[in-house]
């Protein structure tokens, strides 16, 4: 736990306690295979840093269109409207971190800055009728064709995140994308057993039939012995 952010005394005992618990439960809903592992993900994660809102953004660099996978404390139609109004070339958050290796974390107010932030109509319209200004995030892939981020939220009235936070989710990155990965086999392998089933299923009439002429050969040879 060397890379948790202060190691030592009580209320450094609290956080360590509480990432070793939220570590636990990521791989708890990886394993159970849940539709909700997102939501799961971000509850779990604003209690390590105190956010209000946030969300998981899967952009196609390629067609550049995104893929809300899931906002938690958003309008998630507003945001689909939104990226289909401007398209992902004004979302900040996209463009600011596009240089950014998978397992990257980034400060909002560092990388892009309130003023540019301000400036984009996703602000406008999504974070700023929550009274949201501050935002942190970390990049869970990014190569030619995908660019994969969750980000997280902190109302106006509430402190900027800083180097503890950022720390923070720094350490837990790495978890969030072994949730994943195993979430992703898990899913490969229902894949393959539902095409297995599929497959079985269509050939039970071949089944059926091969059974039938077994059964009508050994009719036959009960017939001819003794």
């Known amino acids: 736990m060397s890379n ?38 971000y509850e779990q994660c604003s209690l390590l840093l105190e956010s209000e809102a946030g969300g998981f ?9 995104a893929d ?11 945001a689909i409207q939104a990226y289909r109004d401007f398209g992902v070339e004004v979302d900040l958050l996209f463009m600011g971190t596009l240089s950014m290796g998978a397992g990257s974390t980034f400060l909002g107010t560092e990388k892009i800055g309130f003023r540019a932030l301000q400036r984009s109509p996703f602000y406008g319209i999504l974070s700023a009728p929550l009274g949201l200004r501050f935002v942190c995030g970390g990049i869970l892939e990014n190569d030619e064709h995908h660019h994969s981020a969750l980000y ?13 936070a950022l720390a923070t989710l720094t350490a837990i990155m ?45 009719d036959g040879l009960r017939a001819i012995l003794p």
């Open 174 to 218: 790495p978890h969030i994308r072994q949730a994943l990965e195993v979430q992703r086999k898990r899913l490969a392998a229902l894949r393959v057993d539902i095409s297995q089933g599929m497959a079985i299923a269509q050939q039970l009439p071949q089944f059926r039939a091969q059974v039938a002429d077994l059964e009508s050969r050994l």
């Open 68 to 78: 809300i996978a899931s906002l938690i404390g958003f309008d998630q139609e507003k």
């Open 152 to 164: 997280f939220w902190r109302r106006a009235d509430q402190a900027d995140f800083d180097q503890v």
């Open 4 to 41: 948790l952010p202060g190691a030592g005394g009580s209320v450094d005992e609290q956080r360590t306690r509480l990432f070793l618990a939220v570590v636990q439960e990521l791989y708890a809903s990886a394993m159970q295979g849940t539709s909700e592992i997102w939501h799961k993900i």
């Open 57 to 65: 953004i899967s952009t196609d660099k390629v067609n550049q269109a």
